[in-house]
């Protein structure tokens, strides 16, 4: 018997595809036509322009930077801000702060990523400052991507490089968050009709884990499922260079309070370690509000959209006809 290979786009009842395969015809589609569109092109920037927010206040730092956690993501950074913020770290800025902030800090966070990795210059303090003046501690996306400026715009800061053990675990958990959100369909369509959720795309699946995976073409699954193991001894190598060693630790999830606490000078305190943001419980939380504020409120606006065009083509038909 001779087997024949179904295509993506072929559906049982219907030349069309049906709304299940969507996802796959989508992503079928991208490999056939490739819209890979340099960052360097001036469309990102007139599309900035038209999906500009309301200016985001510059913060005035009234307090040192004290901790700067680099651990790249996936490596108990949501945890550890918890951690944080019960030694009296606050406020400990973490990469939801990026989106979720109100007014929103994401397009200077894509104004610095493209100082960093397109101009040839390194942000400053001043740089950071306008974003996390109110901040004495940093950790995951920001502190990961810019590990190597934060070290030198806060030379007095203590680093810690948080890591797992498991860097099986730590791969695949990359692969039920940060590759399941940048091949979400829903996400990359309400980008497009709502100007929050187009910069909370941007700013990530444009900008920060892309450059951090060496995803040139955006294809996050590539990146990680390639370059993840590399990426990791790499970005740890470069911290043990640039941090002198009285002022580095080195802390696995797995250590919790004790480690932490003794390199902080902080007593340890009567409660249980954090475990925040794990792929099935935090994350999947964060993901349901991301839906919630993002993805229904755009699908409201293309419904508008499309019943606006529709009372469009009927007023010019019945011109016509007039």
Excluded at 2 to 27: G, M, N, Y
Excluded at 45 to 54: D, G, I, V
Excluded at 81 to 99: M, N, P
Excluded at 197 to 226: I, N, Q, S
């Amino acid at each position: 018997m001779t087997h024949t290979k179904k295509s993506p786009f072929a559906s049982s009842l219907s030349p069309f595809p049906s709304i299940q395969s969507l996802p796959t015809t989508l992503s079928s589609l991208t490999r056939l036509f490739p819209l890979q569109i340099p960052l360097t092109n001036p469309l990102w920037t007139l599309l900035e322009n038209f999906y500009s927010l309301p200016p985001y206040p510059p913060k005035q730092r009234t307090q040192p930077m004290q901790v700067l956690c680099v651990g790249l993501p996936r490596s108990g950074t949501e945890s550890l801000q918890q951690a944080l913020l019960a030694l009296g770290y606050d406020h400990t800025y973490h990469g939801w702060d990026i989106v979720y902030d109100s007014p929103s800090p994401a397009p200077g966070w894509v104004a610095l990523a493209r100082k960093k990795w397109f101009s040839g210059t390194s942000p400053t303090a001043k740089d950071f400052d306008a974003l996390l003046g109110h901040s004495v501690a940093v950790t995951d996306a920001a502190a990961s991507c810019f590990a190597a400026e934060m070290i030198a715009a806060y030379p007095n800061a203590k680093v810690i490089l948080n890591m797992r053990r498991d860097t099986e675990g730590w791969k695949r958990s990359l692969k039920k968050t940060l590759v399941h959100a940048n091949q979400s369909w829903g996400f990359w369509v309400a980008s497009w009709l709502d100007r929050e959720c187009f910069w909370a795309w941007h700013v990530y699946e444009r900008f920060l884990w892309p450059m951090l995976f060496r995803a040139a073409d955006g294809d996050m699954k590539t990146a990680v499922e390639g370059n993840a193991e590399w990426v990791l001894r790499e970005h740890c190598a470069m911290i043990r260079g640039l941090v002198p060693k009285e002022r580095l630790l080195e802390w696995y999830i797995e250590d919790g309070w004790e480690p932490l606490c003794k390199f902080l000078g902080k007593p340890v305190p009567d409660m249980e370690f954090p475990h925040a943001n794990a792929a099935t419980g935090g994350w999947k939380t964060r993901e349901e509000q991301c839906n919630k504020r993002w993805v229904e409120s755009a699908f409201v606006n293309l419904i508008l959209i499309c019943m606006g065009l529709f009372l469009f083509s009927v007023m010019i038909i019945k011109g016509y006809l007039l």
